[in-house]
């Protein structure tokens, strides 16, 4: 690609940054998925598709340019243990307004909520954008909500935008009652703004005053526009709306992290078309954080 000093690349603006306002950090989960994934590749895909962006949002006259952003890198062996997910993520924290995380599959949402929130599990909130409850026994990318429940996580400030059709069942679908989780599923948004139901969930999250994490598993897209997502159906949400939620997320004062999962860039379009999506997520919750 030609350089244009007039056109500056996102990636760029990435590699260059130090400053305190965005921590990008990857954490390339994979092990535990329930169905096989190469989505440890994706930290470093998400990062060189940022050259195919200029750093600058025509619609809301934001260049993130005025945005200190920080790379923080990748963690290490993140499946291996969890506690090393956690305190790599509140040590970037400690400089940070806030962080994004580049995974890796969902199970990477356990181990970066627990870190962002730090001491306030108690008052803290949590918003997935997901077709799935991941409300599974064991550890895998099925179980982070549940496990962030058993870690003390109250089930009535978690909601869940974008839950399939036939993608769940029954007995989860119990479960997320049974906790006290509020659930908006793709049908619902179908007869309302994406915006509508993003200020819906973050007043849920934040009811009781403590920091939200933002979860935004690709595969609650539509498999047209996520073929890299192992989970995405037919009938998701559009690339448009995706980006919307990442934007809504990053102008929120309550939200102090958000991860961007489950895309594996080894099995990505011939376009890059999912990979491409995750690196203006990222660009979506930098303009939101530019607007705070």
Request: glycine share 10%; proline share 5%.
């Amino acid at each position: 690609m030609t350089e244009d000093p007039r056109w500056p690349r996102a990636s760029g603006w990435l590699a260059e940054g130090r400053g305190p306002d965005l921590a990008v950090l990857g954490v390339p989960t994979h092990l535990t998925s329930i169905s096989r994934t190469g989505a440890d590749a994706t930290p470093g895909a998400i990062r060189a598709a940022l050259a195919r962006y200029s750093t600058y949002s025509a619609a809301r006259d934001v260049d993130l340019a005025a945005v200190a952003v920080r790379d923080a890198g990748d963690v290490p062996d993140p499946d291996a243990d969890a506690a090393r997910v956690v305190e790599r993520v509140r040590a970037v924290m400690v400089a940070a307004r806030l962080l994004v995380a580049l995974g890796g599959d969902n199970s990477l949402t356990y181990g970066v909520a627990l870190g962002a929130w730090g001491e306030e599990l108690g008052t803290a909130g949590l918003v997935t954008l997901d077709a799935h409850h991941d409300l599974r026994d064991g550890v895998s990318n099925g179980s982070p909500v549940r496990r962030l429940v058993e870690a003390g996580l109250d089930g009535s400030r978690i909601v869940q935008v974008g839950i399939a059709d036939f993608a769940n069942s029954r007995e989860y679908a119990a479960r997320a009652r049974d906790l006290g989780i509020t659930v908006i599923t793709r049908d619902a948004l179908r007869r309302r703004p994406i915006a509508d139901a993003m200020a819906e969930a973050l007043a849920l999250a934040c009811s009781a005053g403590g920091p939200v994490h933002v979860d935004i598993d690709v595969d609650v897209c539509d498999r047209s526009v996520a073929p890299a997502c192992p989970a995405s159906v037919p009938g998701g949400l559009s690339a448009d709306e995706l980006r919307q939620v990442a934007f809504l997320a990053g102008c929120s004062p309550v939200v102090r992290s958000i991860d961007i999962a489950e895309i594996d860039a080894t099995a990505d379009a011939a376009d890059g078309r999912t990979v491409r999506l995750g690196a203006l997520l990222l660009l979506e919750a930098a303009a939101g954080l530019a607007r705070r």
